[in-house]
Nanobody
Framework: QVQLVESGGGSVQAGGSLRLSCAASGITASSYCMAWFRQAPGKEREGVAAIDSDDSTVYADSVKGRFTISKDNAKNTLYLQMHNLKPEDTGLYYC??????????????????WGQGTQVTVSS
């Protein structure tokens, strides 16, 4: 049974930093594309960043230069380091895993496995 468990969310002021973690079980993270998505209140879920099995990465334009996605294969854990947070980064952040085509890495429909989410709130 695949489980993805996110942690590390919280409340910060604009300009602050947070690091999200996603502990995976039931899959070998190094063999999967793993991604972060987020959903703001009243908005659709959107892709934030993804990292493939060969450590190739992709980022949404809105987070480029501020967020960094990484994996610790020994710990089977995915991370999202977030700097210079903005109020528009507020939302429920989800971890996802699957083996999509590279052009699909930030598409919701491309991922089968999802965590329950961790809340990030950025105040101005």
């Amino acid at each position: 049974q695949v489980q993805l468990v996110e942690s590390g969310g919280g409340s910060v002021q604009a300009g602050g930093s947070l690091r999200l973690s996603c502990a995976a079980s039931g899959i070998t993270a190094s063999s999967y594309c793993m991604a972060w998505f987020r959903q703001a209140p009243g908005k659709e879920r959107e892709g934030v960043a993804a990292i493939d099995s060969d450590d190739s990465t992709v980022y949404a334009d809105s987070v480029k230069g501020r967020f960094t996605i990484s994996k610790d294969n020994a710990k089977n854990t995915l991370y999202l380091q977030m700097h210079n947070l903005k109020p528009e980064d507020t939302g429920l952040y989800y971890c996802a895993a699957d083996r999509p085509f590279p052009s699909w890495w930030l598409l919701i429909a491309a991922f089968s496995y999802w965590g329950q989410g961790t809340q990030v709130t950025v105040s101005s």
